[in-house]
């Protein structure tokens, strides 16, 4: 062990060891612990010294290794040699506005090497400033990041192949989707004056609707109208939705569509069938929905809703009617068929609750109900089309920039 001898001296005269050889061996240990950080650094990292307008005026081993170039070739180069042709041409004006005042600057840099192999450096630049503050030179510590930039670029392509393969089967999905609901085309035939609002949040809906009409033996007719909207969004409340359309097509060929409330029984037990839930999952109701005719001898509406929403527009005012608090998807379904006169001129409309739910406006706040009866009552007095485009119009002003919040239906049909 190495030891300091003092040598302290009464007489008041100035010791020269006392003096002299502690400031030294400091030095010479500040001298010895600099070497080995610099050692250290050369050995971890890429190091380049450059003067005020970029040139290089050192590169160590690691930085000409990784580069191609030996320490000659890139004397008196600008940085610039390196660059990927992938980083913006603006990358090292940008870097010299935090430098050049005296700032610490960091980012990740693309280099490409001398034989055009590309490759990624996590770099920290720093100025060496002058008794005033002005840059001298700057040194610049670079360590090599191409692994984690490989690895992050195959995660991207993974990622991104995974998304086109799945964007591509769920909107294949919503072309079958849509060819098996029927169009606003069949609405038109059924009720001539008439609109159908189909806004997916998801590329596929899970809001489902069916309509047709039915002759009688008496030579009377009825036409109805059957509309869900399916618990969640995507693909598995599109599965809830095409079971439920598959299930009412069946249910339309059997009966006369003339007992709405038994035709919803007959559906809710139809998808507790399908469905048929295991051991110890709960189901919390798989949609909402509601099935009404109207005979066309004396413009009677049957209706029975499952917690959906129905209104009558009526000489400008908005009837709501009556719906049951429950689901389809529930255990000991229950509905009562309602009744309600019908005057030429009504106006009938059901919808999802996504046309009234949406958020936006100035406090991104829910459209809501209030706001949607008001919005269909000040348009009562254009015709469908034009109410329709009214009615889009306006909750598109309201979503502004906000992602939709719901799958988006109506129906719309004048008597």
Request: with cysteine.
């Amino acid at each position: 062990m190495d030891h300091i001898w003092l040598n302290f001296n009464f007489t008041g005269a100035p010791d020269p060891l006392q003096k002299e050889t502690i400031p030294e061996l400091h030095n010479r240990e500040m001298e010895a612990e600099l070497d080995s950080r610099i050692r250290i650094l050369n050995r971890a990292a890429m190091v380049s010294i450059s003067d005020v307008n970029g040139n290089i005026l050192y590169a160590n081993e690691n930085f000409c290794k990784a580069s191609g170039y030996s320490h000659d070739e890139l004397i008196g180069h600008s940085h610039e040699l390196l660059l990927h042709p992938d980083m913006p041409k603006s990358f090292y004006e940008d870097m010299r506005r935090t430098i050049l005042p005296g700032k610490i600057w960091q980012g990740e840099v693309k280099h490409i090497a001398r034989d055009g192999s590309p490759y990624w450096v996590k770099a920290t630049v720093a100025p060496v400033l002058d008794a005033d503050g002005k840059p001298l030179r700057f040194i610049s510590v670079r360590f090599d990041i191409t692994a984690q930039k490989n690895v992050e670029e195959e995660l991207r392509e993974a990622k991104k192949k995974i998304y086109t393969e799945l964007h591509e089967n769920v909107s294949y999905a919503s072309h079958i989707h849509r060819n098996i609901l029927p169009g606003e085309k069949d609405l038109h035939t059924l009720f001539p004056q008439s609109f159908l609002i189909s806004r997916a949040q998801q590329i596929i809906s899970g809001d489902f609707y069916w309509f047709g009409k039915k002759h009688l033996p008496s030579g009377n007719s009825r036409r109805f109208i059957a509309f869900g909207d399916s618990t969640g969004h995507g693909v598995a409340a599109a599965f809830i939705s095409l079971l439920a359309v598959q299930t009412l097509a069946r249910l339309g060929e059997q009966t006369d569509c003339g007992k709405p409330a038994d035709l919803l029984w007959m559906l809710n037990k139809s998808m507790l069938r399908f469905i048929h839930p295991k051991e110890g999952v709960t189901m919390h109701g798989l949609a909402e929905a509601a099935f009404f005719c109207i005979d066309d001898k004396n413009l009677e509406l049957r209706y029975a809703s499952a917690h959906l929403r129905l209104l009558v527009l009526r000489e400008g005012k908005i009837i709501d009617l009556y719906r049951e608090a429950q689901a389809i998807g529930t255990e000991n379904f229950t509905l009562e068929e309602q009744r309600f006169q019908l005057q030429t001129g009504d106006r009938v409309y059901v919808m999802s609750d996504g046309m009234y739910d949406q958020f936006g406006g100035e406090r991104n706040k829910r459209f809501g109900s209030k706001r949607f009866k008001d919005l269909l009552a000040s348009t009562s007095h254009l015709d469908m089309r034009s109410q329709r485009e009214a009615i889009e119009r306006s909750l598109a002003e309201w979503q502004n920039d906000q992602p939709q919040t719901d799958d988006m239906s109506m129906i719309g049909i004048e008597i």
